[in-house]
Nanobody, 121 residues
Framework: QVRLVESGGGLVQAGGSLRLSCVAS????????MGWYRQTPGKQRELVAT???????FYADSVKGRFSIARDNAKNTVYLQMSSLKPEDTAVYYC???????????????WGQGTQVTVSS
């Protein structure tokens, strides 16, 4: 199995910054993509940003220019740097990876437990 552990969430005023971290562990043979999603009560979980094994990145329109995703392959870690935060960014942020375990022949998706980000007005 793959385990994802998020950290870095908290309470911040509008206009402030936070950096989220997600560390993947387990018998990982290959990671196809790592990314971040977020969810608020009453809404579907939405994609925020992804970083593929080929180096491609994707950002939701709502966070372009404010959020930045990065990875450290040596540490199996993905980061989400969030700047110019707005109250509407308040959500539980989840890390996800699509990976192949050593000895297996297909990709599976794995999720972290989430970290709360609250932005005050």
């Amino acid at each position: 199995q793959v385990r994802l552990v998020e950290s870095g969430g908290g309470l911040v005023q509008a206009g402030g910054s936070l950096r989220l971290s997600c560390v993947a562990s387990g018998s990982i043979g290959s990671i196809n993509v790592m990314g971040w999603y977020r969810q608020t009560p009453g809404k579907q979980r939405e994609l925020v940003a992804t970083f593929t094994s080929g180096g491609d990145t994707f950002y939701a329109d709502s966070v372009k220019g404010r959020f930045s995703i990065a990875r450290d392959n040596a540490k199996n870690t993905v980061y989400l740097q969030m700047s110019s935060l707005k109250p509407e960014d308040t959500a539980v942020y989840y890390c996800k990876t699509r990976a192949i375990l050593i000895g297996r022949g297909g990709f599976s998706d794995y999720w972290g437990q989430g970290t709360q980000v609250t932005v005050s007005s």
